[in-house]
């Protein structure tokens, strides 16, 4: 038998026992919405990584700390219009690459204090309706089904300064269906095939706007004459004329590249230009460049 050690009481186990205790339960809880959530820093951002439960509420009220972030990634192609019932503080919240199909009208009307709102790589085939958002200002619904844009933005979302439609299916744009306060605006990819005077009339904010990728063949008078707009992004398109007074006089850059433009017309005549973009023509092969 082996000599039992004199001194020993068992202390050290029992004050390891309760370090360990008190750190345990010194961890704020996770929030019970899926199965792997983690919070960072002093829990303004909350990312949910794991399979949500349908219906499962935000039971972790955390009363004395305010969310500013929601990371949802969320496997089921609807959610629940109480969602967000005890969640009314939110600001960014992404809800992005969740096989999203359908967004009910009223899932996002008690997040009036939203700023940025991410619901990309779904599979929305329409914008949905945002009820009461009133502070919105970003919105991100790239690499979805959308064919069409409709006024429901401009009535329900009326700050909102930048808006993200790259990937999606839309033919036609119309002006008067954006908010008037637009800044910034993403529809590459899409299957756009003309672009006129009424394409982006009305907005007065917009500096600039990215129709790469598109179906474009000729670009009509008037199409870009907005008043603060900086920059154009028009690659690979199929643009073979390019209309007189087309583009505003004081742009600073033009992208023209993968395109079928013969000549130029007066487009590196425009005084403020800083950069002109135009290589991989079938007539004109070399790059231009108006520094």
Known sequence: MAPRRQGYTGKPCLALFMLIAMLYFAVPESIDICRDCSCFGTLQHVSCKGIFRVGAQLKHTFKDVAFRGLDLNVPHSKLSPDLFQNRTGTIHLDLSENGLKFIDDGLFTILRQVKSLALSLNALTAIPVFHNLTSLQELYLRFNNIRSIGSNLKAHAPKLNELMLDHNRITFVQGDHFPEELENLGLSFNKITSIDRGSLSGLLQLQEVDLTGNLISQISSGSFL??????????????????????????????????????????????????????????????????
């Open 226 to 291: 907005l008043p603060v707009l900086k920059t154009v992004i028009l690659n690979n398109n199929r643009i073979s004329e390019i209309s007189k007074d087309a583009f505003r006089p004081e742009l600073d850059k033009i992208y023209l590249n993968n395109n079928r433009l013969s000549e130029l017309g007066n487009i590196s005549c425009i005084p403020s230009l800083k950069g002109l973009y135009v290589s991989y023509q079938i007539a004109v092969s070399a790059a231009y460049r108006i520094l």
